[in-house]
T-cell receptor
Framework: GQNIDQPTEMTATEGAIVQINCTYQTSGFNGLFWYQQHAGEAPTFLSYNVLDGLEEKGRFSSFLSRSKGYSYLLLKELQMKDSASYLC??????????WGAGTKLIIKP | GAVVSQHPSWVICKSGTSVKIECRSL??????MFWYRQFPKQSLMLMATSNEGSKATYEQGVEKDKFLINHASLTLSTLTVTSAHPEDSSFYIC????????????FGDGTRLSIL
């Protein structure tokens, strides 16, 4: 079967750095996406990785290792507004998007 | 960037009513649109995938006669919840994707449906 694993919940301090991990087992791979979802709102696109390595976008970076079936989202200089759920999703060989259950990130002052 | 508009954002209605939700891609042509459902504190659940001009593909366990999907053009898809009951109360979210395998799904703002 297809599976995406990410931690259920993480807590971090304002101004700090946090890394949210995602491991996947899917039938084929055509890219990995990270989305942010605030409570009661729809997800918003953060990043896309299809090749190994690090993609940086301001305070957010996303890393991919296809051989390990592993990705992480790195958030720097955490702000209170970063409190949200972070969803990892993988496109399989049929270009279907397989969603992780999301990681709820709690930022404390 | 790509914008997806979803209306209405909030619906409260009586049991037995049918509710139509619209999803529009405003600045790109959406080859595929997706309809999701999300219960509080749970992950997104894909209900169906629709391509313009063809019948929607429903996920296992989703009643196609209850959740009618029409994808009439490259910019508009509609979800109609027929004869809604309280257990249909949920957060319904649409997303759209343009051409190209690397394109992300762009989400509408969601519709919160409450059936009394």
């Amino acid at each position: 079967g297809q599976n995406i694993d990410q931690p259920t919940e993480m807590t971090a301090t304002e101004g700090a750095i946090v890394q949210i991990n995602c491991t996947y087992q899917t039938s084929g791979f055509n890219g990995l996406f990270w989305y942010q979802q605030h409570a009661g709102e729809a997800p918003t696109f953060l990043s896309y990785n299809v090749l190994d390595g690090l993609e940086e976008k301001g305070r957010f970076s996303s890393f991919l290792s296809r051989s390990k079936g592993y990705s992480y989202l790195l958030l720097k200089e955490l702000q209170m507004k970063d409190s949200a759920s972070y969803l990892c999703a993988v496109k399989d060989s049929n270009y279907q998007l397989i969603w992780g259950a999301g990681t709820k990130l709690i930022i404390k002052p | 960037g790509a914008v997806v508009s979803q209306h209405p954002s909030w619906v409260i209605c009586k049991s037995g009513t049918s509710v139509k939700i619209e999803c529009r891609s405003l600045d790109f042509q959406a080859t595929t649109m997706f309809w999701y459902r999300q219960f509080p504190k749970q992950s997104l659940m894909l209900m169906a995938t629709s391509n313009e001009g063809s019948k929607a593909t429903y996920e296992q366990g989703v009643e196609k006669d209850k959740f009618l999907i029409n994808h009439a053009s490259l910019t508009l898809s509609t979800l109609t919840v027929t004869s809604a009951h309280p257990e249909d109360s949920s957060f319904y979210i649409c997303s759209a994707i343009g051409q190209g395998g690397s394109q992300p799904q762009h989400f509408g703002d969601g519709t919160r449906l409450s059936i009394l």
